[in-house]
């Protein structure tokens, strides 16, 4: 699994890339979504990471200058702005792709396994992980996270949160995880939101802003984008099929 960084501004964005992008079925792991580009030297110098996925324009920098100085084996870059020049710098800077605003899930798809063919290019032959000793891995752990989503889904949080809160590495955690649930912290997190969605969807009582608040979603239309990528229809959808109590 190729080890990937998304550095992106926008909130709504970098959710969604988070949350609902398959990164396993393209042979990733997501190891962190952060917003500006001393967050993403913070997790590049506190970890291995293998893709990089950046904005060109952040609060506090460039993402072409944060790329330039980074050592990964391969990088999307992707901008709202609509000029020739920054692709030709993202190419020279090493991208494997340049993707434009609004992203498209198929072209992301497409420009991700690009970049893990890159790295397989790049990456010398043989394993050279270190095992991880058995005793590493236990379920207090993992009970201790679904303790933490079931606490905490209402906020903004993700799995750097819920390993800080268990005082271990966010890929400590992911591995944990992972190891135990076949499902990585973000999907489960995802879920569970998507439980209590539909749980409320089943009271009329309840309108689809109050459930996006209620379930950790800000921004109502994104809440409605993670809904019907779940269960391929809106709330609104939704609740017209199953209807509950009027």
């Not at 550095?7 to 959710?15: N, Y």
């Not at 020279?92 to 290019?121: I, N, T």
């Not at 209590?196 to 809440?223: H, K, M, W």
Request: charged share 25%.
């Amino acid at each position: 699994m190729k080890k990937v960084l998304v550095v992106e501004d926008e909130i709504a964005l970098r959710r969604e890339l988070a949350e609902t992008f398959p990164w396993e079925a393209e042979s990733c792991s997501l190891v962190g979504a952060v917003g500006s580009v001393q967050e993403a030297r913070k997790r590049l110098e506190s970890g291995h990471v293998d893709i990089l996925i950046t904005d060109i324009k952040l609060p506090d920098g460039s993402g072409l200058e944060l790329l330039s100085n980074c050592n990964v084996s391969a990088a999307i870059v992707i901008t709202g702005f609509h000029e020739v020049t920054f692709a030709q710098r993202a190419l020279r800077e090493g991208a494997a792709d340049f993707l434009l605003k609004p992203l498209d899930d198929d072209e992301l798809a497409v420009a991700v396994r690009r970049a893990v063919a890159c790295c397989e290019e790049v990456e010398p032959p043989g394993d050279s992980r270190v095992p991880v000793a058995e005793n590493e891995f236990r379920n207090p752990i993992v009970s201790a996270a679904f303790e933490f989503i079931e606490n905490r889904y209402r906020d903004d949080v993700s799995l750097y949160e819920a390993s800080a809160h268990l005082g271990i590495s966010e890929g400590h955690l992911a591995g944990v995880f992972k190891s135990e649930t076949g499902t990585t912290f973000v999907q489960a997190l995802t879920a569970h939101r998507m439980r209590v969605a539909v749980s409320l969807l089943a009271d009329y009582r309840n309108n689809i802003t109050e459930i996006s608040q209620r379930c950790g979603y800000r921004d109502p239309a994104y809440f409605a984008r993670v809904f019907r990528r779940h269960y391929d229809m809106s709330p609104r959808s939704y609740r017209r099929s199953h209807p509950g109590r009027q």
